[in-house]
């Protein structure tokens, strides 16, 4: 399948700093990739939609000023969590859809490993 | 919009036991994958899915997309087959998966 990378995976921050998130397609290009957040024990909530050279699509409740998305080129999405706070604290997973191939379908989509933010 | 829902939620095997997991969508899907989650968070796939039935070793899945609904099978459960399993559907490769709430299996030895 395709492969799809996240920098860092944890990260501490004190509140009211801001941390980057890097989300890479390592063996394709992609021109959309997704951003999901997940809290304990829940299941995976999309945020963001990310379009190579173009501003990113947020979901209802997300707010676009707080978590800042840059899709600069067709390898790698980044989200920013600006001053961020405890409520912030989460697990962040990226993902993109692989050109179809020998071992990847149509449509299918892979998942990056994520990256666990502890805000305190 | 879509709506999925997967049953059960909870699941506890004896190591060597057969399981079915189900996933019902609300409206018809052009991408239906499914994915296990493993004890550090990455989300693994499983398979795509949107129509027909596929194997890989001890697991298999069927998606009757008419009827939507799809399943997947685990035969022979190891404990590492522990963790939660997501069912995800999706209009196309370029539109978000919507997910499940997920059915966290564990495999008892």
């Known amino acids: 399948g395709a492969v799809v990378s996240q920098h860092p995976s944890w990260v501490i921050c004190k509140s009211g700093t801001s941390v980057k998130i890097e989300c890479r397609s390592l063996d394709f290009q992609a021109t959309t990739m997704f951003w999901y957040r997940q809290f304990p024990k829940q299941s995976l909530m999309l945020m963001a939609t990310?379009?190579?050279?173009?501003?990113?699509?947020?979901e209802q409740g997300v707010e676009k000023d707080k978590f800042l998305i840059n899709h600069a080129s067709l390898t790698l999405s980044t989200l920013t969590v600006t001053s961020a706070h405890p409520e912030d604290s989460s697990f962040y997973i990226c993902s993109a859809r692989a050109p179809s191939g020998r071992r990847t379908s149509y449509n299918e989509q892979f998942f990056g490993p994520g990256t666990r933010l502890t805000v305190l | 919009g879509i709506q999925v829902e997967q049953s059960p939620p909870d699941l506890i095997l004896q190591e060597g036991a057969n399981s079915t997991l189900r996933c019902n969508f609300s409206d018809s899907v052009n991408n239906l994958q499914w994915f296990h989650q493993n004890p550090w968070g990455q989300l693994i796939n499983l398979f795509y899915?949107?129509?027909g039935t596929k194997q890989n070793g001890r697991l298999s899945a069927t998606t009757v997309a008419t009827e939507r609904y799809s399943l997947l099978y685990i035969s022979s459960s190891q404990t590492t087959d522990s963790g939660v399993y997501f069912c995800?559907?999706?209009?196309?490769?370029?539109?978000?998966?919507?997910f499940g709430k997920g059915t966290r299996l564990s495999v008892i030895a």
């Open positions: 899915i949107p129509s």
């Open positions: 995800a559907v999706g209009d196309s490769g370029n539109t978000p998966l919507v």
């Open positions: 990310s379009n190579e050279g173009s501003k990113a699509t947020y």
